[in-house]
């Protein structure tokens, strides 16, 4: 156990549709990171916050949005979705911004029908 | 934008034979980590490399760092079943580049 908690596990919903991820990271991280992953690209890093603030941007689509929240708990929302959003999303969690050592949720995977 | 490209793509061996997977990149990472993610499941930390040159082992497996800090390596000696899994690197930009970078990672399958 990571200690990274993304809820929910499964997800099922329709194009068009909106949804809600979200994770809480271990005791004491600052720094959370949002990845998707699909079995053609890999791990992809969508976005990073740290202590609320947004630290560092990655291949995220203007559809896609996150926040972390003061208790650090983050939500990633997905807005006006298609097939090809049908992936898996991790969440990792690390102390601080520099230390890059990351330990990922069990991911919520998202299937757009 | 950096890339990190690891080979193979996909290894199948039997138990108890050596294997080494290969991350390579044309950019200098300040450090890098291998993770290992078994199906359903997020990766989890093995190592992070952070000296060029630096050779790290955790019991059969042994993790090099290339000298200019582009490259790496895993080797796993007397594989088992249980090291099966999708081995993957992953660099760091250092300074002000939170971001990790992923490679596609390679599919080990180990068979009794």
């Known amino acids: 156990d990571s200690g990274v908690t993304q809820t929910p596990k499964h997800l099922i919903t329709a194009t068009g549709q909106r949804v809600t991820l979200r994770c809480s990271p271990r005791?004491?991280?600052?720094?959370v990171y949002w990845y998707q992953q699909s079995l053609d690209q890999g791990l992809q890093f969508l976005i990073q916050y740290y202590n609320g603030e947004e630290r560092a941007k990655g291949n995220i689509l203007e559809r896609f949005s996150a926040q972390q929240f003061p208790d650090l708990h983050s939500e990633l929302n997905l807005s006006s979705l298609e097939l090809g959003d049908s992936a898996l999303y991790f969440c990792?969690?690390?102390?601080?911004?520099?230390?890059?050592?990351?330990?990922f949720g069990q991911g919520t995977r998202l299937t757009v029908v | 934008t950096q890339l990190l490209e690891q080979s193979p793509q996909f290894l199948s061996i039997q138990e108890g034979e050596n294997l080494t997977v290969y991350c390579n990149s044309s950019s200098v990472f300040s450090s890098l980590q291998w993770y290992r993610q078994e199906p359903g499941e997020g990766p989890v930390l093995l190592v992070t490399v952070v000296t060029g040159g630096e050779v790290k082992k955790l019991k059969r497996l042994t993790f090099q760092f290339g000298d200019a800090r582009k490259d790496s390596s895993l080797h796993i000696t007397a594989a088992q079943p249980g090291d099966t899994g999708l081995y993957l690197c992953?660099?760091?930009?250092?300074?002000?580049?939170?971001?990790?970078?992923f490679g596609k990672g390679t599919l080990l399958t180990v068979n009794p």
């Open positions: 005791s004491g991280d600052l720094s």
């Open positions: 992953a660099g760091a930009g250092g300074g002000s580049n939170y971001k990790l970078t």
């Open positions: 990792a969690s690390s102390a601080q911004p520099g230390n890059t050592e990351a330990f």
